[in-house]
């Protein structure tokens, strides 16, 4: 799925560390919701952000 245009970096990590940030903020946190997040969900969660 290709809806926005991004600069995406992977960082590494260990402990089922899984975030997103957007502009330095964390926006989603696998550590804290203790799963992965929904794709279709995902993407409509950061277009009301950058709007």
């Given at each position: 799925?290709k809806k926005?245009?991004?600069?995406?970096?992977?960082?590494?990590s260990?402990?089922?560390?899984?975030?997103?940030?957007i502009d330095?903020?964390?926006f989603f946190s696998?550590?804290?919701?203790?799963?992965f997040p929904?794709?279709?969900?995902l993407?409509?969660?950061?277009?009301?952000?950058?709007?």
């Amino acid at each position: 799925m290709k809806k926005f245009a991004a600069e995406v970096e992977l960082i590494e990590s260990h402990g089922g560390a899984y975030e997103i940030t957007i502009d330095g903020e964390l926006f989603f946190s696998k550590k804290t919701t203790g799963h992965f997040p929904n794709e279709e969900r995902l993407v409509k969660d950061i277009e009301k952000y950058i709007v």
